[in-house]
């Protein structure tokens, strides 16, 4: 037989050289076994078999040596593959590593599995007269992956008030947040207060620490807040 020319011809046939094996073509997957050299059609994507199975196809998953590092995640991820975020190459503030999920049943398939917990911090006292909750200038942080976080709030307090994070798809709320009562004389007019909780759901943007007055009057100093993500998008 003649070698066909690849530029005039749209199909080339196949030997099998040195007693290889055959390859058949069985079309689009279906559930039953399949042998060496057998290639089905699944998800738009062909596979060939390459020991005997009846297993689903799966994309293969090259070995990964060390995880990807950068200010955003592989936007064509593997099962398996690992990644760490970092807001900046150069000076970052936090370091996140994820591994991917494809089996995961979440929107959110890239899932933390360590590094930094985000802390910050305003120094300064914060008030406020309103009953409901403001922005007073407490800590915020940009939120840079859509997912579910925890969180932790809190600060050195006087008063009676509350503390609760908003924004980036959260709206600030007694049901998250921490509350305080510190009234009288000596040091329970200035009580250090903390709470911490997970919120789903989040959206990129920014989450800043919002105040509310409860009764009398409500201010903070040292006013912390700590985000560390659970799972991202």
Known sequence: ??????????????????????????????????MDGDIVVYAGIAYMCVRPTSAVPAAWSPPQTTPGYGTSLPSNPVNGQEHVLVDSLTAPTYQWRFRYNANSTSTYKWEFVGGTLVHVEVIAAISTGSGSFVDVGGPSFAIPRAGD???????QVQGIGALSPNGAGLTATD?????????????????????????????????????????????SQRTRLRIQPVRVS
Do not use: H, K, Q
């Open 149 to 155: 976080y925890n969180f932790g709030i809190g600060g």
């Open 175 to 219: 049901d998250y947040s921490v509350t305080w009562a510190a009234t009288g004389t000596g040091f329970s007019m200035n009580m250090n207060v903390w709470s911490e909780f997970r919120r789903n759901g989040l959206t990129t943007g920014t989450v800043s620490a919002f105040l509310r007055l409860i009764s009398g009057s409500a201010s």
């Open 1 to 34: 037989m003649s070698t066909p020319n690849p530029a005039s011809t749209e199909w080339v046939p196949l030997w099998n050289l040195n007693g290889g094996i055959d390859l058949r073509y069985r079309g689009d997957w279906a559930a039953g076994s399949y």
